[in-house]
């Protein structure tokens, strides 16, 4: 699989845009830059939840050491062979928790990296510096993390993607267009990938303007203040979110149930307890994959579609096929549905910060399992944020939403924009 980048004017709003393809992988989409000089290529992850551009390296325990740091067959970057590398004055950080790995320590650096025609030098970047030798992290696909989250307004590189720099440095205009080829007739539009990027742009004749939605990025901190459930962002506050107001799950009849974007008690930091509303975060990635609900919401939908607990073969048929959460697949309930009456399913309706609704219908939040007459609910109850009480304070809207939508992201203005994907 070879993720070839394209300069594509004709297909972005803006002739400094540079359209690539993405390929699915088991984490995600991943797509080829270039690092150093001579440029050196390598496949990276894109992730929507983080704020850097990670390389893996040479370094582990505080040494360069490629020997023991990088396994064979793993892609990394190789420092020592760029004539426009040098060390930063960033030192080292280290996140104790992390999706990816426990102490996920890294290393600051600078050199030139390149995503087609869009370049940049002196770009601060990450190199893994882990606290273990290589040989007990397992090869990946790819050999970066390709951060794409917002920034919000502070002084510290340390936190600020490639492509934040790129606009930064004036190469490009401020946004980022993105797209799913799932819905679309062919992955011609995608570029032959699975999804695509428009770095500096967007691809008007997948979407119309006229009909994006702007949300201003919300803080999220709220996120990690649990005591009982912790999950690490490189920063809590950099992430494309904004409120959910609605949650409703619809019959073909148009009943629609209860509001099950319930508000929760939050303490405040002058200890006072204050009501927040849930949000709602996008990730493209495959922590991401099938539809949000809560617990509650999701014991109403198996209750209007005759679902049927999954016996413990087809729970591990569901982890190995690729198509949902992988947290999920791990702790929370699945539920088989008869496939032939999926038609007559409702939908499933999620309002954004109350001034817009988008409708998943069940062709997206209904799997079937490979090589079988079984189809089952792909939802994803993300773990980390539901209360006691079966609502969730997060909901991670990921490919069961996203996949009929074309989305872009404003690095100036800190807001991402949705508008349906035109089908080609």
Known sequence: MAAVGHSSSAESSTSH????????????YIFNLTVGTPPQELPVLSDWTWTSLFTRSGRCNNVYDVSNCVTEGQSYFNEKKST?????????????????????????ARDSVCIDTLCTNNTVL??????????????????GIYGLAPVFPRVDPRFEPHFFQSWKDGQVTPRVGWNSCAKLS????CLNGDAKYVFGGSDTTLHDSSE????????????TNSESEKLYYPQTNDLWATSLTGLWITSQDNDWSQNYAVNFNIEAESGETKSH??????????????????ANAYSKLIQMTSAANASSRILSEIGSQGYSSSTGAEKQPWYLVDCTK?????????????RANYTVGPDQYVQKLDGTNQCYLNINQWPYTNTLKGDSEVLLLGMGFLQSL????????????LAPIKVQ
């Open 342 to 354: 999926t038609t007559n399913f409702p939908s499933l309706v999620y309002e954004l910060d109350g």
């Open 84 to 108: 426009t590398f040098h060390n930063s004055t960033l030192g080292s950080f280290t996140w104790p928790e992390t999706a990816f790995a426990p102490n996920f320590t890294v290393d600051y």
């Open 406 to 417: 074309y989305v872009i992201f404003d690095f100036e203005r800190s807001e991402f924009g």
């Open 186 to 189: 062919s992955s011609h539009h």
């Open 126 to 143: 990450q190199l893994s510096d882990f606290p273990n030798e290589g040989d007990t992290i397992p090869i990946q696909e790819f050999g």
């Open 212 to 223: 994006l939605t702007w949300f201003h990025t919300r803080n999220t901190s709220f996120i």
């Open 17 to 28: 845009a540079v359209s690539v393809p993405a390929f699915w992988t088991t984490y995600g």
């Open 277 to 294: 509303t849930p949000m709602a975060i996008l990730d493209e990635g495959s922590e991401g994959l099938g539809a949000a609900l809560s």
